[in-house]
């Protein structure tokens, strides 16, 4: 009977290693159908565990000739099981399975996009609860444009042609508003070009290139001419100022006690002073930028490193504008980030800069792949994707320098020795005995006193049980996370957002030539999008809280982050994980996933969570990158790779499909503008070890019906290369620079190697210069390498950073423990 069953699953867990959710499954059947071992033939331990108890009910009716319930809700009707083996029929049953759950991410969007047209149409954001439309980011249409590809994507064609005839008709940007470069860069000019170039529509590409030219603004301008250091106006010599030099050595970190050590040894010497007005100095774009004016800043003091760098959009501008400068504008921020970073020897940067590219002085900078630098790390590989043949070699270097360095930031945790060492001695008896004594009053009193608690929290993981899922933290080997590094310590925690770097290593390894589905990125990768995961499952609601901290046992909570704004990080890398892979796991993974979104169905739409624990307390908020981004991918998670081939496209980081330049050069003709390369190299560059992607990318099928691209038209009226992409889709070739410079790779890279030398010798006559100002000074710059406590140098401190200048040294550098005196002074 039922007792002799649960002994034989007992010793099959033993043998073959079963999850304890397969223990579920057979508890709920009469019988035991199919055993452990057979299932664990046809999938690995791991994706056992990731089944909903109704997918192993399933499997148990398929293995003794049934039609599974599919869903829970319908009855199978085509499987043909008297042909083939229950393996191929579970197959079939897991396919129609994905059709049903991309067939709910279609409801969602349909249910959010009807209320969003009835309630909000063309203002910024719905609130799921209220139902009401508001204009937080300015009143540009920001959910609008932000949907345009997901409506085109899933097929609803009259509620996107709706949508585009209000941007044609209704949506302005000549007005008198400041933009965070970034965010309306990604959301939407990426989303107005990815539009057109699914579409066709002329009117989305007229808005797109509107909204380039006064975005651009926000980049350092040329200027007319460039003076030389040596010119009478740029260069003036005499006594120098003592009131300037002591504000410019304030600004670089000097202690009063050095300053008038420098400023006493140079009284009485000839100074040169660079009037700075008269160059223009390398600097990157602002945070902010005025719709109608021009006029940019920076309101926080600083530039994000994820915020300075958003090549993909700007290069698709480029393209289909034949305007290099828009290109030429991201090449200019890479490469300075690259020199006052040192990129190239690092892989990391910190997250916050200063304009000139340096890092900012702040307590709160630090490095870090989740807020303020996700995104720039992401750019890295997909702008050499997008470029293919034509990338610029730095971006794909500088993507494996940051693959090397990034086990600097992560940590391996075993869940099950972190348990066995928190186990609690046994009590003595006399100790139990106390514990537990209570006289016959306190008894009485307490069953009197009794009630039932109506108001006790759910447990962790109730959301997926609901929905049949079981799969916990035992049922992981080892946790793998991404750190953080500030200026004094390493911090435990990890954002949401970090949760992107799974799909960015499968999407890496998607195109490389001869990829290995069992290599170490692609383990990496899914090591990372378990922890990702389990983040959802480790709370009540099955939804992810914003940071998520861990120690030695594993995750746990960061009690000021826990709230959910229906991010799609994780959907994003299960998508491309599965694309990359096809292991079932990721997609079961993001069938529990789009449960636990679902169950936020508000009137109005989806809402957000203040505390992911207490899934009844909804926050009316439903973000833009909700209707772009989450439902995207969980739509493309669950449909055919044709819908949208990884091969052939790129998603941004805001999730807007762009074709790849080998699909625009193949499908529309389009030739790439701006040369191989649009700016030199940096000095500290090497072309030796940068392979080139476009042997990784795939060859353009001829013809493919079910892609999107084949509905891409070609515009009839050409007008200017610098302002419209009608004649860039022509296919007519175009007398400039960039055929000058592709005729002839040879010459290309003679001359590339050429500036390569003359700037290494610049750099050398910058240091000698440096030298013979501190000697004149009487300054003793610190020998390399150094003396004091070598246990000082880490986490990206060194001692020429942060021994100079003496007797203090960087002020940045110390604290309590960590001290110029230890760290800099000979041992006594």
């Not at 063309?122 to 300015?138: R, S």
């Not at 911090?491 to 960015?504: N, Q, S, Y």
Request: proline share 5%; charged share 25%; hydrophobic share 40%.
């Amino acid at each position: 009977g039922d007792t002799k069953i649960f002994r034989r699953l007992l010793l099959a867990l033993a043998i073959w290693d079963i999850p304890r959710s397969f223990l579920r499954f057979v508890l709920a059947q009469n019988g035991l159908r199919q055993s452990p071992a057979e299932l664990a033939k046809h999938w690995e331990r791991e994706t056992l565990a990731s089944f909903s108890i109704s997918q192993l009910d399933a499997f148990a009716e398929l293995s003794s000739g049934r039609c599974p319930l599919l869903s829970r809700a319908l009855r199978c009707t085509d499987f043909s099981l008297q042909k083939s083996s229950w393996q191929a029929s579970a197959s079939q049953y897991l396919e129609e399975e994905a059709f049903l759950a991309r067939r709910q991410a279609m409801a969602m969007m349909r249910h959010v996009w009807t209320n969003y047209e009835k309630r909000a149409f063309g203002k910024d954001q719905l609130l799921p609860i209220t139902g009401a439309g508001v204009d937080n980011w300015g009143g540009i249409g920001q959910t609008l444009v932000d949907s345009l590809d997901t409506l085109w994507l899933m097929g609803f064609k009259e509620e996107f042609v709706r949508a585009a005839e209000w941007v044609d008709s209704s949506l302005s940007f000549e007005v008198d508003l400041n933009v965070n470069l970034f965010e309306t860069s990604i959301r939407h000019l990426g989303g107005l070009l990815s539009g057109f170039l699914l579409s066709g529509r002329e009117g989305l590409f007229v808005k797109a290139l509107d909204l380039g030219k006064r975005l651009f603004q926000a980049f350092p301008q040329p200027t007319t001419s460039q003076p030389s250091l040596t010119a009478p106006q740029a260069v003036s010599a005499g006594s120098f100022n003592e009131d300037e030099l002591r504000e410019m050595m304030t600004k670089a970190g000097f202690d009063e006690a050095s300053m008038d050590m420098v400023l006493k040894k140079a009284e009485g010497l000839e100074v040169k002073v660079v009037d700075l007005n008269a160059t223009k100095l390398a600097s990157l774009p602002d945070s902010d930028v005025n719709l109608h004016t021009g006029a940019s800043q920076n309101l926080a003091g600083f530039v994000s490193l994820a915020e300075a760098y958003v090549p993909m959009e700007w290069k698709v501008l480029s393209t289909l504008t034949a305007d290099c400068s828009y290109a030429q504008g991201q090449d200019k921020v890479l490469r300075l980030i690259n020199r006052t970073a040192d990129l190239g020897n690092n892989g990391l940067a910190s997250i916050l800069l200063r304009p000139d590219g340096f890092p900012f002085p702040s307590a709160e900078n630090r490095i870090s792949l989740g807020s303020r630098g996700d995104s720039f790390y992401e750019y890295l590989l997909k702008d050499a994707v997008y470029s293919g043949e034509n990338a610029d070699p730095l971006t794909k270097s500088l993507w494996n320098v940051f693959k090397a360095k990034l086990p600097q930031l992560l940590v391996e945790v075993d869940p099950k020795k972190a348990a066995a060492k928190r186990k609690k001695p046994l009590r003595s008896k006399r100790e139990m005995k106390a514990k537990h004594r209570a006289t016959a009053a306190e008894t009485a009193s307490r069953k009197l006193k009794w009630k039932p608690n109506t108001d006790k929290p759910p447990a962790r993981g109730f959301g997926g049980s609901r929905g049949g899922w079981f799969e916990t933290w035992e049922d992981v080997d080892k946790w793998v996370f991404v750190k953080e590094i500030t200026y004094h310590q390493t911090v435990p925690k990890m954002d949401h957002l970090i949760c992107f770097l799974p799909g960015a290593l499968a999407l890496d390894v998607l195109h490389q030539p001869g990829r290995n589905k069992i290599g170490p990125e692609l383990y990496l990768a899914h090591k990372l999008a378990q922890t990702c995961v389990h983040m959802y499952f480790r709370t009540v609601s099955d939804l992810a809280p914003e940071i998520t901290r861990f120690n030695a046992h594993g995750l746990t909570d960061d009690l000021g982050s826990m709230h959910h704004i229906l991010r799609p990080e994780t959907i994003e890398s299960l998508f491309v994980l599965w694309q990359t892979t096809k292991r079932q796991i990721y997609r079961n993974w993001g069938q529990r996933l789009l449960s636990a979104f679902y169950r936020m169905k508000t009137r109005f739409g989806f809402a957000s969570l203040h505390n992911v624990n207490k899934p009844a307390h909804l926050r009316d908020d439903m973000p833009s990158f909700f209707f772009a981004e989450t439902l995207k991918y969980l739509f493309l998670l669950f449909s055919a790779d044709s819908t949208l081939p990884l091969t052939d496209w790129v998603l941004t980081t805001e999730a807007h499909p762009m074709p790849t330049f080998r699909t625009l050069e193949a499908k529309a003709g389009i030739k790439w503008p701006c040369g191989t390369y649009s700016v030199p190299e940096a000095p500290q560059e090497s072309t030796d070890n940068v392979s080139n992607l476009s042997e990784g990318t795939s060859e353009v099928p001829a013809s493919k019906e079910t892609e999107p691209f084949e509905e891409f038209e070609t515009p009839s009226k050409p007008q200017k290369a610098a302002e419209t992409a009608l004649n860039a889709q022509t296919g007519e070739e175009k007398a400039g620079a960039g055929d000058v410079v592709t005729s002839d790779k040879y010459l290309l890279e003679r001359c590339n190697q050429r500036i390569l030398e003359l700037e290494r010798q610049l750099q050398q006559e910058k240091e000698q210069c440096r030298a013979q100002v501190l000697q004149e000074l009487g300054i003793v710059a610190p020998a390399p390498g150094g003396n004091g406590d070598p246990t000082c140098w880490g986490g990206g401190y060194t001692y020429e950073d942060c021994c100079f200048p003496s007797p203090s040294g960087n002020p940045l550098c110390w604290d309590h423990i960590y001290t110029y005196n230890r760290c800099c002074k000979n041992p006594s």
